[in-house]
């Protein structure tokens, strides 16, 4: 019997943690439209700094995902950064938990996982239309692949327009799930230092007001042979000034940082997270969406934000498809 062929959309932490389980019992193509691998676990270079720019670690609250985290920090994949919750002065209020951070960067945390999955990158999914039993995938390139199933991992509203995209029609109910499920943008600076940033050991803040929600220095990190920060606005900043030019974020989050003086001229980097952290979830790890051939949603908007969210969101998806498929046999 031919394996089934599982698409699996997003390269990020659900979608590899998926195809990872996945590979065992099915042909897996993981698809995705970025340069490389990872989404949200995003590692930027500029000059001789390295600058993770959305996560900044990975915490754990699930035995399941534990476990994870003890196998990555035993093969040197990721390290502890510090314990407990950061303050708006960069003091540590214990909560018992420790935050990883990746050995070489976020984004290698994600490098890892790909290993050995057949992951194509720069393959932008254009389409999700479904023939009788199956899928087709169409990429903006025009070429299509075949699915018996798909795990679509991409944030939601993405999703709906892939489907949108392949007249697929919902069920209300399912639906309304996916239209319900919202996100908080956030607006990310990097900047190169001259100098040392002025914040302490573990080299991080997160303030109480402002336009900034979180500020890290990348070399008190670890990751950085060079001073370098990374800033994410808040969302409301986001929101208000996500049209602005660049050079008026920059001026606003670098004199809220007070750090213009140390900044290289010409190092500043921005990005857009539109969806960068779910604000309103769906209750459960993944939706089965019905009356259709398999085709299951997950990611970090299903039943926890972060990176473990979507790693256990990843996995309860791929338990499912294992189950659909075991059922189908
Ligand atoms: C600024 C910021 C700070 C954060 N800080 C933390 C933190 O400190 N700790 C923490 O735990 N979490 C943090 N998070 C959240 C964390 O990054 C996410 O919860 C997690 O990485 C989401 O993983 P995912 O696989 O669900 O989605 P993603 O990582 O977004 O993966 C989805 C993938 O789908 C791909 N895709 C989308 N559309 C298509 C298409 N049409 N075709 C092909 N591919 C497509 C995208 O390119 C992307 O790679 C932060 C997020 C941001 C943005």
């Known amino acids: 019997m031919s394996r089934p062929r599982v698409v699996v959309v997003g390269a990020g932490m659900a979608?590899?943690?998926?195809?990872?389980?996945?590979?065992?019992?099915?042909?897996?193509?993981?698809?995705?439209?970025?340069?490389?691998?990872?989404?949200r676990l995003a590692t930027r270079r500029i000059g001789d700094a390295t600058l993770d720019h959305g996560a900044q670690f990975i915490t754990t609250h699930s035995a399941e995902f534990a476990l994870i985290v003890d196998r990555w920090v035993n093969d040197g994949v990721v390290a502890p950064w510090f314990r407990g919750r950061i303050g708006p002065e960069g003091a540590l209020d214990p909560d018992g938990h420790t935050r990883f951070r990746g050995s070489v960067s976020m984004n290698a945390v994600a490098k890892n996982l790909a290993a050995g999955l057949d992951v194509r990158t720069a393959s932008q999914v254009a389409a999700l239309a479904r023939d009788a039993e199956s899928w087709r995938v169409t990429l903006v390139d025009?070429?299509?692949?075949?699915?018996?199933?798909v795990l679509a991992t991409a944030p939601v509203p993405q999703t709906i327009a892939l489907l949108e995209n392949g007249d697929v029609v919902l069920t209300s109910s399912d639906a309304a799930a996916l239209n319900a499920i919202a996100y908080d943008p956030c607006i990310a600076l990097m900047a190169v230092l001259d100098g040392p940033s002025g914040l302490t050991e573990p080299g991080a803040v997160d303030p109480d007001g402002g336009p900034i929600d979180w500020m890290a220095d990348n070399q008190l990190k670890g990751i950085?042979?060079?001073?370098?920060?990374?800033?994410?606005?808040?969302?409301?900043?986001?929101?208000?000034l996500w049209d602005a030019s660049d050079e008026a974020i920059t001026e606003a989050l670098l004199d809220a940082a007070q750090l213009h003086s140390a900044v290289i001229s010409g190092s500043v980097q921005?990005?857009?997270?539109?969806?960068?952290?779910?604000?309103?979830?769906?209750?459960?790890?993944?939706?089965?969406?019905s009356d259709l051939p398999p085709f299951v949603c997950a990611g970090d908007a299903?039943?926890?934000?972060?990176?473990?969210?979507?790693?256990?969101?990843?996995?309860?998806?791929a338990r499912e498809i294992e189950s659909t498929l075991g059922r189908n046999a």
């Open 224 to 240: 950085s042979p060079v001073p370098a920060v990374t800033i994410h606005a808040t969302p409301d900043f986001s929101c208000a």
């Open 15 to 39: 979608g590899l943690t998926a195809a990872h389980q996945l590979l065992k019992q099915c042909d897996v193509v993981v698809l995705d439209k970025g340069r490389g691998v990872g989404g």
């Open 142 to 149: 025009g070429s299509e692949l075949a699915a018996d199933v």
């Open 302 to 317: 299903f039943g926890g934000a972060k990176v473990e969210g979507a790693a256990l969101s990843g996995a309860a998806a």
């Open 270 to 289: 921005i990005q857009r997270w539109l969806y960068a952290r779910p604000s309103v979830e769906h209750p459960e790890r993944f939706l089965r969406l």
